[in-house]
């Protein structure tokens, strides 16, 4: 499989509207790319064909909702369940690598997928857990959800895996937005961040309200 014939350069014009990146993760997106095009040969990873396309719709979407969730923060954990192809956990791990991101994936080629990129990247600080999201035993002050088929019925997993007073962000479709605050009344939701690129998604970010006895 070819490369993404698609230069560093190119790769930061295509996020600006999103993220401004330094050139080490500029150039680790590049090497993302390239992973992402050679695997989805053989494992289905994303519907996206077109590099151009990747960059903008899913290094875009993620590395936007990094710069709005992580930047001028502390060190955070954070949990990106159903993590498929990586985003937005690993770009999210790139952005920002004091923090702590494991990716939760149960289909384990996808699993085996997003370690080899780990590896790739020298990703300290990012791991998998190739297992159910149930089955996951801690909490984290950040969970993280986008594209995962099953919506509905993934949304119980991803609010027991928010710690109190953690945050839950949703990279989802504009229509969506009512189910998902349905889904989690014990979270107080702020307005929606509308995602630079003309797809109706929006950025939805709730916190968990602290329990009182």
Known sequence: MPGTALTVDQISVLLRPFAELNQKQLADTLIYINLLLKWNSRVNLTAVRSPKEIVRRHFGESFFAARYLLSGHDATTVIDLGSGAGFPGLPIAMFAPQTQVTLIEAQSKKAVFLSEVIRALNL??????????ETYPATAQLVTMRA???FEASMPFATHLVAQDGKLALMIGSSQFKQAKSLAPEFVWDDPIAVPGGHSRIL????KRVKVD
């Open 148 to 150: 995962v088929e099953k």
């Open 204 to 207: 939805l970010v709730g916190t």
């Open 124 to 133: 300290s600080n990012a791991r998998v857990f190739s297992q159910r999201a």
